[in-house]
């Protein structure tokens, strides 16, 4: 081996001894909440839920929030594809492909595909969530970390321990959310609850 080889080597074990840490609790705490029971799945819905599962599992956090979110989404708009046409229209005259995933919760529920406590998981999702990763705004004095900033977001993933609530625990309650409600909506979307 070269040299540069033998610090690529290294690069590896160091990242696999970072994300070996907390595996095994986190395929446990997977494998606890998990909806085993089958149940059919558009196929790029089926990849983000699987994807979101992998991301927990290694520890990134961050990305199984944005994986989960979109494994439901994409859950969705796969439902609407169908009940629509690939070019139809929600009630509010949104095109499916061009709702965004509030769009298609709250069709979802007015249509009674989805029930209310379970919109109010998906938005938590999408309000709680994800959206202060995906759409961190700048750090402002005046509002004491009380909004989704920049800072208050790295500081989730860096140093949880200062804010009330880190990236792994907000991981850990998006991951409860997809393992149990994605499989049930799945299947009371192709009739069989």
Known sequence: MHSA?????????????????????????????EDTNPAPV??????????????????AFVAAIVMGQLAFEELLRSHYRVAKGVAGKLNEH???????????????????????????????IRKDF?????????????NQFAKPNFLRQY??????????????SEARENIRILVTLFPSIARRFWGMT
């Open 94 to 124: 949104i095109k499916v492909d061009e709702a965004g995933f509030a769009d298609l919760i709250r069709q979802s529920e007015s249509d009674g595909w989805l029930y209310p406590e379970e919109a109010a998981a998906l938005n938590r």
């Open 155 to 168: 500081i989730k993933i860096v140093a949880p321990e200062l804010v009330e609530s880190g990236a792994e």
């Open 130 to 142: 994800r959206n202060p990763y995906v759409h961190p705004h700048d750090f402002d004095l005046s």
């Open 42 to 59: 558009e196929a790029l819905a089926y990849e983000y839920y699987q994807e979101a599962r992998l991301c927990w599992l290694h520890g």
């Open 5 to 33: 080889d033998d610090e690529l080597e290294q690069l590896i074990h160091d990242a696999n001894e970072r994300a070996h840490g907390g595996r095994l609790e986190r395929l446990r705490f997977l494998f606890s909440q």
